[in-house]
């Protein structure tokens, strides 16, 4: 077998199926040279989703008719001036997208310079270089594609639907916009209007705020927070979404380095351990950041996308990144996102039934108070519920009917439902439950719901919270707060210790980290070869059954491998041992360890959130209940 040069034209389409995949990946490559151009304002024009047509049009410096030619050549580009790829300053540097596009397509590039009589274009056909000519155009560069992949059908029969490759150019370029403020971008897909962000005023903090609430909406920005931390070489800055505002997939994270979007493994690992025990497993939060780094501490050419980069100092720039998102988040950290609870309730037509009596009206019910808790939850209408309003003056039965769905009515006493289901303190006086002083943004408890939620009003609200969520979160942070603070756990030694039956590889995890679990007050020996002997519990979690939890504990421990962080270990130890030393679900509280709870929360990090990233309350506004009885 003969070794020979392969020719220019496979050359270039071996280098496109890296660079080029799809129409979004021609679109960020000719997007990043425009900005690279300096360019103040960008348009995108497609047609089929960018496989029939995909121009961009922007007002950059141009290029002389000289330049051109160059322009389509392999590794020919005018970013690095000192041949230094440890000092990159442009978006692009490896001058493989122009060929590489125009080696699987037809393109064309029209271009004039500032002060140059007239424009002048070239035309490349799947490699093959026309005659550079003169055209009329104002200063600025126009890439016209099409076709693409025509000389390759075997990668355009990869490509989705013309709607879902229009959408992926959308979501690129909207990347691209979120790190740079001060340009306009506008997108048009078979002649409507995709995207249109004009350039943003103002320092480059406020500017990159206002762009990124345009593109990710109101409701990001009224549940997130602000990030910034900075070191010897690093500068981190963005904004984050609260932990109750999530997403099911990681796409919503969007990273920049040196205003590069990037998908490094590193930082969205960061960005995990940053929310860990305040998120749900399997969910993801919002999140923008920019990372500003010493362009002699960054590797951008890694891979010919440059989607992934390598840093002098992973630890310290990973480190940095979860401290800013901790602190933060420890910011906003009573905040929850379901303040809005009644926000779809509200936007049900509510029609009262044809055989309604005067003192009756029908409303949307909430069938499981636990859906409210749920992570994004949405609220549907379900079986009508007839009661009572005490708003209208007249006479109130002393029964009154509930509707169960298609099953019928039921009828119940008010004084045996109240005994049944909730405790009422609402006639306590104030001073013997709390002095006025004492009370914070979560407000007075009322009355405790279904033994599991306490009700709480403000001045302006009314607050639902779980009681255990809370609980758990106020534990936990206990709990590292004085391993922070090298403190040994209060412990309570067992009358009789507790022999836990295991399996002989959960055991062994165990014990391998025994001495991390007894500084959280857990102490436990070797009893046998698939068993412990657990001597003593923490204090703080009372009673709780010991079995259950060295189980759990003993599970998760088996699931660690060597490269688990210890810092990971304790987080998730101190979240299992709260959950189980938690006030339970279904146990009846009086109205000062409600209240305790509430004042509680109020002076604990994260309270917002439990340690699996539920809400632990929700806050409904006077003024929406106001809007549900169609009194505003």
């Known amino acids: 077998m003969t070794i020979r040069v392969l020719p220019s034209n496979l050359i270039n389409q071996i280098a496109a199926g890296e660079v080029i995949e799809r129409p979004a990946s021609v679109v960020k490559e000719l997007v990043e040279n ?49 041949d230094d790829l440890f000092n990159i300053s442009f978006l692009g540097f490896r001058g493989e997208a122009l060929p590489s596009i125009a080696s699987v397509a037809k393109l064309s590039i029209s271009s004039k310079q500032k002060d140059a009589e007239n424009g002048w274009q070239i035309c490349i056909n799947g490699g093959q270089k026309g005659q550079v000519q003169p055209v ?52 048009y897909s078979d002649g409507k209007k995709k995207v249109a962000l004009n350039a943003c005023q103002g320092e480059l903090f406020d500017a990159r705020q206002k762009r990124i609430f345009d593109v990710l909406g109101n409701e990001f920005a009224e549940n997130s927070v602000p990030i910034t931390a900075e070191n010897e070489f690093c500068q981190i800055s ?11 997939n990681s796409l919503s994270e969007f990273l920049f380095v040196n205003n590069r979007p990037v998908r490094d493994k590193l930082l969205l690992g960061a960005i995990k351990g940053a929310y860990q025990d305040m998120m749900m497993a399997g969910r993801y939060p919002v999140c923008v950041i920019f990372i500003q780094v010493n362009p002699m501490y960054v590797d951008v050419n890694v891979h010919p996308t440059k989607a992934e980069v390598r840093f002098y100092d992973n630890g310290a720039v990973r480190g940095l990144l979860v401290s800013a998102i901790r602190n933060a988040l420890s910011f906003g950290g009573q905040k929850s996102a379901q303040t809005d609870a009644l926000e779809h309730l509200l936007a049900q037509n509510i029609e009262p039934p044809a055989n309604s009596l005067r003192n009756t009206m029908d409303i949307g019910e909430v069938k499981n108070v636990e859906d409210m808790f749920q992570p994004m939850p949405k609220y549907m209408p379900v079986p009508e519920m007839a009661f009572h309003s005490p708003q209208i003056d007249v ?31 609402a006639d306590a006086p104030l001073e013997k439950t709390l002095a006025e002083a004492e009370v914070g943004e979560l407000g007075l408890a009322k009355a405790q719901f279904h ?9 302006d609200s009314l607050v639902i919270v779980d009681q255990h969520a809370a609980h758990e979160r106020i534990t936990m942070e206990k709990m590292l707060q004085s391993m922070a603070e090298h403190k040994q756990q209060p412990t309570q030694m067992l009358l009789l210790p507790e022999v836990v039956d295991l399996s002989q590889t959960e055991a ?3 014990l391998e980290n025994a001495e ?50 210890l810092q990971d270990k304790i987080h998730h130890l101190c979240a299992t041992m709260a959950c189980h030393g938690s006030v339970r679900a279904g146990r009846t509280l009086n109205i000062e360890e409600m209240n305790r709870l509430l004042r509680d929360m109020e002076k604990t990090p994260h309270s917002g959130q439990c340690n699996h990233g539920r809400p632990t309350y929700i806050k409904v506004k006077i003024e929406d209940i106001e809007k549900l009885f169609e009194r505003r």
């Open 34 to 82: 425009a900005i690279d151009a300096g360019a103040k304002k960008i348009e995108v024009t497609l047609g089929g989703g960018g496989k029939n047509l995909l121009i961009v049009n922007d007002d950059g410096c141009g290029m002389s008719a000289e330049e051109l030619p160059l322009a389509v050549e392999r590794h020919a580009t005018s970013k690095l001036p000192d």
């Open 136 to 187: 009329a155009l104002a200063t600025g560069t126009r890439m016209e594609v099409r076709d693409l992949f025509y000389c390759t059908p075997a990668r355009l029969k990869f490509l989705k639907t013309e709607s879902a490759e229009a959408g992926q150019c959308v979501d690129m370029l909207q990347r691209i916009a979120l790190a740079n403020p001060q340009i306009s971008f506008y997108l």
């Open 238 to 248: 963005g904004v984050v979404s609260l932990p109750t505002y999530h997403k099911a």
């Open 395 to 425: 006479p109130m039965p002393r029964n009154f009917s509930v509707m169960r769905g298609k099953g019928g009515a039921k009828t119940a006493d008010i004084p045996h439902l109240e005994h049944m289901y909730s405790v009422k303190v």
């Open 451 to 459: 033994n599991t939620y306490i009700i709480a009003q403000t001045a």
């Open 508 to 510: 062994a995890a165990l």
């Open 516 to 565: 991390q679990i007894k500084a959280l007050g857990l102490v436990f020996e070797a009893f046998g070869t698939t068993a412990v002997l657990v001597r003593e519990v923490p204090a703080i979690l009372g009673e709780t059954d010991v079995k259950k939890l060295v189980r759990d504990l003993a599970a998760q421990a088996a699931e660690w491998d060597n490269t688990f962080a």
